[in-house]
């Protein structure tokens, strides 16, 4: 059981996370019919590709932003009441601009979700920008950017996430560059749909202090080396990963052997209700069925928290609290 332990997450994507019943109401108020994408009360997709174009279906069912607002503050709420108190949202602004609001209000509704979850809750959230990998690298420079900018104060950091299996990470580097010099974190999706040389390809072109997911890396030992004597965090969401395949089953997965090699791990949601799981049955299949100790969890934990994207005051404050 890990109901009594403290959690934190630091990747899941915002829009992933929208509950099929949510999204049901947002289709019937926009008066979209859904009936190819949500089947029996459950989100229907074939394969990785296809369930891209499922997330960027529901993603169209949230126009304003108090659609956000409210989508942001009934997730936080939910990860607070299973014990979680941080959380980093994988935002994407382009959203905005294709549903017409633009990227200020939609960033505006998801930071008023946020501040509405901590004052009910004492969650802590904050916004991580993706670049979409499929939309290519000028797409990628514009809102690398528009994150630079830093209008929003809970933005604090840069993400890739889409299709993996195009373009290099050297393509995004000067996007990276623009993130790094106004002072954001990095993080990158790699080593999920695409294998170890994907990781080291972030790793060489962008070197980011985390990799989003990671767990394809295990297909190379030095890589694997490398990755624990550099300290580099993955973000891994085995649950995302079975549902998509990436592993057959748990016992496949690759979480406990990349922790024995001494890889810093987090426990991670990715688009919970996709992949019909939440950040609290991740733990409980950690504990469960991949035998992970109290201790090691909460190790998992700490390790989210020293690695978030925060302030060193907050970071102090959630350390304490753990
Ligand atoms: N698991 C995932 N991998 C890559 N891009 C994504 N966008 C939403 N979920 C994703
Ligand atoms: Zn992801």
Known sequence: MTAHLKKAELHCHIEGAAPPALALLQA??????????????????????????????????????????????????????????????????????????????????????????????????RMIITLIRH????????????AAKREHALVTGLNLAGEERVHNV????????????????????????????????ALDHVRPTRISHGVRAIEDADLVKRIADEGVVLETCPGSNVSLQVFPDFASHPLRALHQAGCRVTLNSDDPPFFHTS????????????GFSDDEINGMTRTAIEAAFVDEATRRRLLAAL
């Open 279 to 290: 950040l609290k049955q991740e733990y409980e299949i950690a504990s469960q069925v991949m």
């Open 135 to 146: 939309m290519g690298p000028e797409a990628a420079e514009r809102t690398a950017l528009y």
């Open 28 to 125: 019937r108020k926009y008066n979209v019919d859904v009936s190819s994408i949500i089947e029996d009360g459950a989100y229907v997709w074939a394969d990785f590709s296809h369930f891209l174009k499922c997330y960027d279906a529901v993603a169209e069912l949230f126009r304003t932003e108090e659609d956000y607002a409210l989508l942001a503050e009934a997730y936080l709420t939910e990860l607070a009441q299973a014990g979680t108190i941080y959380s980093e949202i994988i935002v994407s602004p382009d959203h905005g601009n294709t549903i017409g609001i633009g990227s200020d209000a939609y960033l505006r509704g998801l930071a008023a979700g946020i501040e509405a979850a901590r004052a009910k809750t004492g969650i802590e959230g």
């Open 170 to 201: 050297a393509d995004f580097a000067r996007a990276f560059d623009i993130a790094r010099d106004a002072g954001l974190g990095l993080t990158i999706h790699a080593g999920e749909m695409a294998g170890a040389f994907s990781v080291r390809d």
